[in-house]
Structures are given as structure tokens and as C-alpha cells.
């Protein structure tokens, strides 16, 4: 389904949430970088809302007592508002910050445990999403041109992108709009003849079978790597904001959809896998 040429690509994977990446793509994110391509991430909102006032709540205080100056600091403002939240979904700037901040870390542990640089990891932190509630803003200008610019420096022959439009808060709709508003206005640049775009579908849903036209297969050990990856998101751990109705962790849809898809392409009679991800 994919082009032999050229050999080593270069690849921008959009992650609508710093989680998706390794949710939705995460044996095949790792596969990307072992093979030697040149590989980006790029997450496009902080994903700030989905911290727990609780988690902010622990790290607030953690860095005032490593920090003496820290009742001069924005860690004392986070702990008084989180003390005194009365609204459930709307923080201070400060603390959307924090958890922002808790977000993008939790990014980098995952993304340096599969192997790739600190310099390929992009946060766009896109302006529709920074409205601190659950309603967002929608997709605008500038939105557009943080995306174009960084497709445009890199120049992809694959885009990576999340087709799952079924979460929660709609925020994965928005992002895949914007990506292809983005290239609407891009597609006659040269580079664009030669660049391929692929959708994967996250936490929520997967393909139907007859609608995946890249189907990556995962070993075992491929697949534990893809579940230690996600399980670098600790504050998507154990009490997710956002869960939809499926009660299960992320990381234990993740295996099971892919398992799932194991055994359907066995069961119509084609190689066993021990997990696939499709696109």
C-alpha cells in the first residue's frame, strides 16, 4: 500500500491529544523510527482539560516545596484557585498552564522511550483549543498557519492524522478539519505531488475491515513496547476525564482493537498476527 521510494521517508504524525500518537499508532510510530525514517510528532493541543484539578493539584504542590521563592510563584496562584474551583471545567491561566505542562512531559517520556529526538517533537498548542472549558472554538486562522507552517518546513511524504471523529468533546474533528483545510491551501506546492495522507482511528472506534488500506502488523514485543509507550501518560491513567462510555483504560483498548484486528484478517484466511494496526 505504500511507495518503495524513497527508501527513507520523511513523516509528520499529528496527534489531536499528546496521548494519540501511541494510543491510536504506537507499534507503528516505533516502527517508523527503527527503520530510519525521519520522523515527526506533532500534537496539536495541549490536552489540558483532560488533567484532573487532583493531579495539577499534586504537582502544584510538589514544585512549592522544592521551590522557597515559590509563594512568590504561579505553583502558590494554582493551589489557591485549585483550593477554591467551584466551576468543574474552567481553570485559571495558570493552571491550564501547569496542566499543559504535565501533558507535554508525559509526551516526551513516551516519545524518547520509542527512540525518537527531542528536535522532532512539535507542540502546537493550537489557539481554537485554549478556551480553558469544554466548549472549543472553532477552528480559525491561525490554527491554519501553524499547521501549514510546519508541514511546509518539513516538506512529509506521509502525514499521519486521526480519522476517529467519535470522542467525547469533538476536539479530534476540529483537528483532522483543520489538517485538511490545511491542505486545501497547500496542495499545489510541489512537494504535495508526493506526499501521502493516512488516517488512523484512536481510543474510540476502528476500521471496518473492508474500509483499512494499510494494515501494520505488531509481534508480542511490539506490542508491549506500544503499551509501555501509552502508559507513559500517567494522568490519563486510572481516572480519564474523558472516557466516553467504555469504562476500559486506553492502553487496554488499544490492545484489545488490535488484537481484534489480528483476528478477523486471520480468520479471512490471511497470516496470523499477534496485533494489527490499520489504517
Request: hydrophobic residues 40%; glycine residues 6%.
Amino acid at each position: 500500500p505504500e511507495r518503495s521510494t524513497p527508501a527513507k521517508k520523511r513523516v509528520i504524525i499529528f496527534s489531536p491529544h499528546p496521548d494519540d500518537d501511541v494510543i491510536s499508532m504506537g507499534g507503528t510510530f516505533s516502527r517508523l523510527i527503527d527503520q530510519g525514517h525521519e520522523v515527526h510528532v506533532a500534537y496539536q493541543t495541549s490536552g489540558n482539560i483532560a488533567v484532573t484539578d487532583e493531579e495539577a493539584l499534586k504537582f502544584a504542590e510538589v514544585a512549592k516545596l522544592m521551590d522557597s521563592n515559590a509563594d512568590k510563584t504561579d505553583f502558590k496562584k494554582v493551589i489557591d484557585f485549585l483550593n477554591s474551583k467551584t466551576t468543574a471545567y474552567e481553570d485559571s491561566l495558570e493552571t491550564r498552564k501547569l496542566k499543559g505542562l504535565i501533558r507535554r512531559m508525559e509526551s516526551y517520556g513516551a516519545t524518547r522511550y520509542v527512540g525518537l529526538d527531542d528536535s522532532q517533537v512539535h507542540f502546537l498548542d493550537l489557539p481554537f483549543y485554549e478556551t480553558g472549558k469544554v466548549k472549543k472554538n472553532p477552528i480559525g486562522k491561525e490554527d491554519i498557519e501553524i499547521i501549514s507552517d510546519l508541514i511546509t518546513s518539513i516538506k512529509p511524504h506521509q502525514i499521519y492524522a486521526a480519522g476517529d471523529l467519535a470522542d467525547p468533546h469533538g476536539t479530534h474533528k476540529l483537528c483532522l478539519d483543520a489538517i485538511f483545510e490545511t491542505i486545501e491551501q497547500i496542495k499545489d506546492q510541489a512537494f504535495m505531488d508526493d506526499c501521502w495522507v493516512w488516517l488512523y482511528r484512536g481510543a474510540w472506534h476502528e476500521w471496518d475491515i473492508a474500509d483499512i488500506e494499510m494494515a501494520i502488523p505488531l509481534s508480542p514485543d511490539e506490542m508491549n513496547k506500544k503499551i509501555n509507550a501509552i502508559l507513559f501518560h500517567q494522568s490519563q491513567k486510572d481516572r480519564v476525564m474523558f472516557q466516553g462510555e467504555d469504562a476500559r483504560e486506553f492502553w487496554v483498548r488499544a490492545q484489545e482493537r488490535n488484537r481484534n484486528t489480528a483476528v478477523l484478517y486471520d480468520n479471512l484466511g490471511l497470516a496470523e498476527y499477534e496485533a494489527i494496526e490499520a489504517f
